[in-house]
């Protein structure tokens, strides 16, 4: 009920679902452009519509009150975001201990203009050994879903490359905000 909920609210604001995730147990969801709050909810509801059980962090000052319950119930970890708290590392050794697990995030880390996207996904993805399952929303034709599942090489600008192919016509809700597919220097 809840994936049917999901895609007709979707629908009912213009959005089609394209694509599937990838059917195995463990892999990073990319989840980029990230240009609006209403990103959030989009994606949300495709992770509904999927029924997926997907671990993701978040800021740590919107996991409060009853918001806060709901996010950790649908897999939410909150995050201190100005202090260092070794979270790649954390979540390669969650996906070393579990049998499952699917890690979702996104790589642009905000919704405000960054030249470049966070590393985080890549260095979880090349030390937990996972693929890289690309997940987007598109303002053009107003689609949503999956594209191709990445297995990385380990060599950074090659594997930049495959995911830049990927997301270069993309554009989010806030296009001009969508981040540069390079690593902070």
């Known amino acids: 009920m809840l994936s049917w909920c999901s895609l007709k609210i979707l629908n009912l604001f213009g959005w089609s679902v394209v694509g599937q995730p990838a059917q195995l147990d463990k892999y990073v969801i990319i989840v980029a452009p990230h240009t609006s709050n209403w990103d959030f909810f989009i994606f949300l509801l495709l992770k509904f519509y999927y029924q997926l059980k997907v671990n993701f962090i978040g800021k740590h000052t919107i996991f409060i009150g009853p918001f806060g319950w709901f996010l950790r119930k649908i897999g939410g970890i909150p995050v201190v975001r100005t202090e260092n708290h070794n979270v790649v590392d954390t979540i390669v050794l ?58 990385l090489c380990g060599e950074r ?20 905000l969508f981040s540069d597919i390079v690593f902070k220097k």
């Open 157 to 176: 600008q090659k594997d930049l490359e495959l995911i830049r192919q990927f997301y270069r016509n993309k554009k989010g809700i806030n296009s001009e």
């Open 94 to 151: 969650a996906f070393k201990q579990n049998q499952k697990m699917i890690f979702a995030l996104s790589p642009e880390g905000t919704r405000s203009y960054k030249n470049h996207w966070k590393s985080g996904f890549y260095h979880i993805a090349i030390n937990a050994k996972v693929p890289v399952q690309t997940c987007f929303l598109n303002k053009t034709n107003k689609t949503l879903g999956f594209g191709p599942l990445l297995e």
